[in-house]
């Protein structure tokens, strides 16, 4: 149990000296402009920010792109062979300057019997695409997109090609979606109404990192009584479906499959092994060159976008080598034995989905120029509701969605491991969490510790001959990424204060961890009405969901419910900045329940003299917690008891929302979630699939790198079709609304439904349908048809979205 008198007695110190920081706007004066009366019981809840007439919804997500084909065919491979990098390697290994080894594995990799070449270019006549899409393609190689008059990109050169006399495209599948869409809605007889939706499309078809990115056509609320997190699930499910519409089409449309090139686009959260492989080989120069996306697509100057998305790959590398040195001063590594990361880090090819709440209230205030809620308010109230929200984010890690991960023993170095970690915690829990982490991997022989010493070929024997598997994590994403900094001494991020995320920009960049020119990485970041053009916040923590519609349609209705606490406690005064102190022990404190939860570890430790009084409230909340008998002044606290306390928390301070948004079957799911994860956990629910697929059950039986290939595996075929027939269901419910006597009497969409659908009957039509792209086997004028409705349903929703924020 917890030391109930050392807790009891430090919570009633730190009760009696309440935080000091001054606010902009007092919470009743705040209150007051929302048209909030406080002395109205219950009432008041209604009017909160974020409640359920006043949130808004929208996702980003990012996809897996492979290309599958022989060698010679596909661009990836080809582009290697011809690269000078590969000649050059050749000839040095030749004359014995550089280890055959090298040219060995790489032509071990292109030699792949697999024949799948993760993020790959394509390579299609330009004869192929109509007089719209050409026009597209040639508006795309402006280097200001806003000037008809703007001379061509300086790199407009390497997207075409001649082969055997002819002109060929040379595109990222990013832009490929673009262009596919432009081809259908490009076509004779395409009705208006298609037209301009599918133009107004195009631009949520993004490419800045790696990976194709899609983001939501319209800002989504509650219509119809249905709850926001399902309105962004459905939204985000149909536009995954017009995704692989749009691959099935190119396809074939483009000659791709005959040329000896299968696109596939799935939902894939983590750098492949087979581009990790691949990484390992070449210099960061040329890995740049492979796989930066040059930014085709939603940038008005797409050139000087690709220059910063290098910049960041660049800036990444750094501070992964940099979080060496500060593995060593945290006294995690002892000597100067160690695996160095590659000078080029992958971490920017992982993917998730953004998640962003808007408010239209706080933006109508933003928006009104007499309003006393301004800039300075947005800040110092966004960052104290981003604080309290990360006390709930391990009910969110591995629970709603994850990215299971197996490393193999030779793997279990620190520099590897930890990756960027050592940026984003204090050395103290730092070193806790590393310690801990190795305990629960048990690395064991005969009762003694074992660990990698370095050389790979023995540390394989070793595995081998003493048992060793390694360990399992529940979401490797959220380890293999920089996602959230940690604040220095002098400047915190989150203390209100307008310009605080400038001013640790430039700490950081002058520590060379970061670069003050990139946008600051947190799990959950202000969305500012002066940029964003609406008041709210974006959660940057979401990997990969099995099930779309209930998983991530939970995780956002959960997510509202935290923001809406939130703000329940600013206003009732119960909670405010000086409650969460604003220093780097603090942060670090409460963000290593979140990625103990990415790691899986059962045990963390909370000061128990924490000044963070929220912590300390949780904490109490907590069941079967003790002294650490190890860490003197710490208290051990499970992660199961720690989500089982949040749930409590919830309950108790959160009831009166919970009615008001109906989400009880929400919260009993999440106790399902928590208390049954064999069940209901993602993270146990994505393992079970890869384990089924190889016919195992437990994944330290499976060989590590055989268990990541067959998620891979797992989310490329299976999982893509399991998402693709989610999508239907909801599709077809779309359609059926459009096809409706309300619909009809409307005369909004007949003539166009006639013309798509010719009397089929709609379940029937859409049944073959289903089937045709759950097989890849639609032909292209069923999919440009199929493309048709679907660009008619993101209309009406738009239609019915704009109605409702009148």
């Known amino acids: 149990m917890a030391p109930a008198p050392v807790m009891a007695k430090h919570l009633q110190l730190i009760e009696s000296n309440p935080g000091t920081c001054e606010h902009p706007v007092d919470p009743l004066k705040f209150m007051d402009m929302l048209g909030i009366d406080p002395g109205a019981p219950g009432a008041w809840i209604e009017k909160l920010p974020f409640g359920p007439a006043d949130a808004t919804a929208g996702t980003e997500t990012e996809l897996q792109t492979v290309v599958v084909g022989p060698r010679d065919a596909v661009d990836l491979a080809r582009s290697i062979e011809d690269s000078k990098f590969f000649r050059n390697i050749t000839k040095r290994a030749a004359t014995g300057d550089t280890p055959r080894k090298i040219v060995a594995a790489l032509e071990a990799y292109l030699d792949s019997p697999e024949q799948t070449w993760e993020n790959s270019w394509v390579r299609f006549p330009r004869r192929v695409l109509n007089a719209y899409a050409g026009s597209v393609f040639r508006s795309d190689m402006r280097a200001d997109k806003r000037l ?19 002109e060929m495209m040379r595109i990222p599948v990013s832009y490929l979606l673009k262009l596919a869409l432009a081809h259908v809605i490009g076509q004779p007889g395409v009705p208006a109404i298609v037209k301009s939706t599918g133009e107004q499309m195009m631009d949520h078809f993004l490419n800045d ?33 017009l995704t692989q519409l749009l691959v099935q089409y190119a396809n074939h449309r483009f000659e791709l499959e005959c040329s000896g090139q299968k696109v596939i ?26 796989f930066m996306s040059p930014c085709l697509s939603g940038w008005h100057r797409g050139e000087e976008k690709h220059g910063y998305m290098a910049l960041c790959h660049e800036v990444l590398s750094r501070s992964q080598l940099n979080a060496l040195a500060k593995l060593k001063e945290a006294g995690i590594i002892v000597n100067n034995l160690v695996v160095l990361p590659n000078t080029s880090n992958i971490s920017l090819a992982n993917n998730g989905t953004h998640l962003s709440l808007g408010s239209r209230m706080l933006t109508g205030l933003m928006a009104d120029s007499d309003a006393r809620y301004g800039e300075r308010e947005e800040k110092y109230y966004g960052d104290l509701v981003i604080k309290i929200c990360e006390h709930f984010l391990p009910l969110f890690v591995g629970i709603y969605s994850a990215a299971p991960y197996r490393f193999a023993f030779q793997d279990f170095h620190p520099e590897r491991l930890l990756g960027f970690l050592p940026h984003e915690l204090d050395y103290t829990h730092l070193r806790m969490i590393w310690r801990r982490w190795k305990r629960k991997a048990a690395n064991k022989f005969l009762g003694h510790a074992m660990t990698p010493y370095g050389p790979e070929w023995l540390d394989r024997t070793m595995a081998r001959l003493l048992g060793l598997k390694g360990d399992c994590v529940s979401d490797f994403r959220l380890l293999d990424y920089l996602v959230a900094l940690l604040s220095t001494d002098e400047s915190p991020a989150l203390d209100g204060r307008l310009g605080s995320d400038e001013r640790l920009r430039g700490d950081l960049e002058n520590m060379g961890v970061f670069n003050r020119r990139m946008p600051l990485y947190l799990l959950c970041r202000l969305r500012q009405y002066r ?27 959960l997510h509202q419910l935290v923001t809406l606490l939130a703000y329940k406690y600013i206003f009732l005064q119960k909670i405010s900045h000086g409650m969460i102190p604003d220093n780097p022990t603090v942060e670090s404190e409460r963000r290593q329940f979140f990625f103990g939860a990415a790691i899986g570890l059962p045990t963390l430790y909370v000061a128990a003299k924490s000044v963070n009084r929220f912590m300390t409230r949780i904490v109490r909340m907590a069941r079967h917690t003790r002294a650490s008998r190890r860490y003197s002044g710490y208290i051990r606290v499970t992660l199961l008891e720690y989500r089982r306390a949040l749930l409590r928390l919830l309950r108790e301070d959160a009831a009166d929302l919970i009615e008001m948004m109906h989400l009880k079957p929400v919260m009993e799911d999440l106790d399902r979630r928590v208390n049954v994860p064999d069940r209901y956990a993602v993270d146990r629910r994505l393992t079970h699939r890869i384990l089924k697929d190889r016919g195992a059950r437990d994944p330290l039986k499976v060989n590590a790198d055989a268990f990541n290939r067959q998620a891979e595996a797992h989310y490329r075929q299976d999982l893509r ?26 005369g909004r969409y007949n003539r166009e439904l006639l013309a798509m659908l010719g009397g089929h009957n709609l379940e029937a039509y859409l049944a073959a349908a289903e089937r045709g792209a759950v097989n890849e086997n639609l032909s292209p004028e069923v999919c440009e048809k199929l493309i048709g409705l679907l660009l008619l349903v993101f209309d009406r929703s738009k239609s019915a979205a704009a109605k409702e924020n009148r």
């Open 265 to 290: 686009v799935y939902f894939g959260p983590h750098p492949p092994v087979r581009q990790r492989m691949l990484n390992d080989l070449i210099p960061d120069v040329f890995y740049r060159e492979l």
């Open 148 to 166: 008809d008059a703007s001379p061509p990109r300086c790199d407009a050169g390497r997207f075409t090609c001649l082969e055997n006399g002819e």
């Open 721 to 746: 079709q399991h998402h693709i027939r989610e999508a239907f269901v909801h599709f077809r419910k779309a359609v059926g609304k459009l096809d409706s006597w309300p619909a009809w009497r409307s």
């Open 209 to 241: 990192n790696t990976s194709p990115e899609t983001h939501s056509f319209h800002p989504l609320g509650q219509v119809d009584g249905e709850r926001v997190g399902k309105a962004a699930a459905v939204e985000t499910l149909l536009r995954y479906l």
């Open 531 to 557: 940029t964003m053009g609406f008041s709210g916040y974006e959660a940057r923590y979401y990997s990969l969901f099995e099930n779309i519609a209930a998983d991530m349609g939970a995780a956002v209705d």
